[in-house]
Each structure stands twice: as structure tokens, then as C-alpha cells.
Antibody
Framework: EVQLVESGGGLVQPGGSLRLSCAAS????????MNWVRQAPGKGLEWVSHIGQTDGPTYGDSVKGRFTISRDNAKNSLFLQMSSLRDEDTAVYYCVRDLHFAFDFWGHGTVVTVSS | QSALTQPRSVSGSPGQSVTISCSGT?????????VSWYQQHPGNAPKLMLYEVTKWPSGVPDRFSGSKSGNTASLTISGLQAEDEADYYCCSYAGSFTWVFGGGTKLTVL
């Protein structure tokens, strides 16, 4: 059974940093591109970042230059390092597997709140 | 990376069909056959319902179908059931390993 379990969310002040993690199991992690997708309270979904097996990472315009995605295939883990956080980064962050340019499995999400 | 345009809400009675549109540009919806649709019930993570415009992931009933014409994609749900009441999001690949979502549509089953 595919499982994606996010962790690392919490309350952080504007301008602060946070590192999200996602533990993957039930599939060969290194075979799949991975993504982060977020959802602000009461709002829609927003694609945040992508990392493939060989292609370089990519980012949405709203986080480019502030967020860094990475992966550790030996530990079946995906990460998102977030810095210079803003109020508008407050959201549930989902770890998502990529298949055929769609998002086929989602974690339950981790909540990030940016507030002073 | 402008969001795709979806109607804010649609509704239908049990057994009826509803269609949700998703409008983009030639740089996303119109440029690639990589449109996907997601269902999200309150408090839950989204669930993939269709990918590559018309394909079903395992376990998704064929009451859900997709199509695309030009820069607009559509999701049709036939034989509406109470459990179909949820938010629906379209998503399109936009090139260079970037994606864009629609704003979401709330489906109400009357």
C-alpha cells in the first residue's frame, strides 16, 4: 500500500524558516517524480514544487527563490526547505506522487501557519 | 502561472449528469494532453479521478469522464450520487515541469 506521511509543520513567524519532510513507503520511491502541493485555509490547490529522478527541481512563481525541494532516495524521503516565510504561505502542505504528469497519491498533509 | 478557470459551483439531482468546465490557455490546457481532475471531500486530501484528459486511475467509476476541446477541458459526472458531493479541481501540465490548478468547483447533489 502506497503511503506518504508528511511531518515538520507548525507555527512560525514571518521571515522564519521551516523544513517539511515526507516519508514514503509501499512503492519504489526512486522510480517516481515527487511534488509538493499546498492549500491555504478555505482556498484551492496550488502546485508548489517538483523534483524528478534526473531532471532539476522546479517551483511555482510564488515560492521561487525561497523554497528548496530535495529528496533522499536511500531513505525514501522528500523534503521542502522553506525560508523567508510570509503570511500567505500559511497552508496545508501535501506530499504528492507524480504519475503520467498527474498526482496519483497524496499524503494527509502537514499544517504550516505563518503568524506573529 | 495563472490559475485555470472553473465555475465556482454546480449542482444536480441524483441520477442526473453534470459537467464542470476548466478553461486555460494554449500554454497549459491547450498545449498538452495532461489534464487531470481531483475530488476533495471536506477535511480529506484530494483524490485523482482522471488523468491525461480521459483516463481513469484504478478504482474510479466510469461515471466520471473527461474531454478537451482547444483550451477548455471538461469533467462530466453521470448518474449523480450523493457521495459525489465534493469540491473538484482541474489541473494542467504547463511545460518545463510546472503545473497549474483550477480554482475549484463545489458540486452540490440536490
Amino acid at each position: 500500500e502506497v503511503q506518504l506521511v508528511e511531518s515538520g509543520g507548525g507555527l512560525v513567524q514571518p521571515g522564519g524558516s521551516l523544513r517539511l519532510s515526507c516519508a514514503a513507503s509501499g512503492f519504489i520511491f526512486s522510480d517516481y517524480p515527487m511534488n509538493w502541493v499546498r492549500q491555504a485555509p478555505g482556498k484551492g490547490l496550488e502546485w508548489v514544487s517538483h523534483i524528478g529522478q534526473t531532471d532539476g527541481p522546479t517551483y511555482g512563481d510564488s515560492v521561487k527563490g525561497r523554497f528548496t525541494i530535495s529528496r533522499d532516495n536511500a531513505k525514501n524521503s522528500l523534503f521542502l526547505q522553506m525560508s523567508s516565510l510570509r503570511d500567505e504561505d500559511t497552508a496545508v502542505y501535501y506530499c504528492v506522487r507524480d504519475l503520467h504528469f498527474a498526482f496519483d497519491f497524496w499524503g494527509h498533509g502537514t499544517v504550516v501557519t505563518v503568524s506573529s | 502561472q495563472s490559475a485555470l478557470t472553473q465555475p465556482r459551483s454546480v449542482s444536480g439531482s441524483p441520477g442526473q449528469s453534470v459537467t464542470i468546465s476548466c478553461s486555460g490557455t494554449s500554454s497549459d490546457v491547450g498545449g498538452y494532453n495532461y489534464v487531470s481532475w481531483y475530488q476533495q471531500h471536506p477535511g480529506n486530501a484530494p483524490k485523482l479521478m482522471l488523468y491525461e484528459v480521459t483516463k481513469w486511475p484504478s478504482g474510479v467509476p466510469d461515471r466520471f469522464s473527461g474531454s478537451k476541446s482547444g483550451n477548455t477541458a471538461s469533467l462530466t459526472i453521470s448518474g449523480l450520487q450523493a457521495e459525489d458531493e465534493a469540491d473538484y479541481y482541474c489541473c494542467s501540465y504547463a511545460g518545463s515541469f510546472t503545473w497549474v490548478f483550477g480554482g475549484g468547483t463545489k458540486l452540490t447533489v440536490l
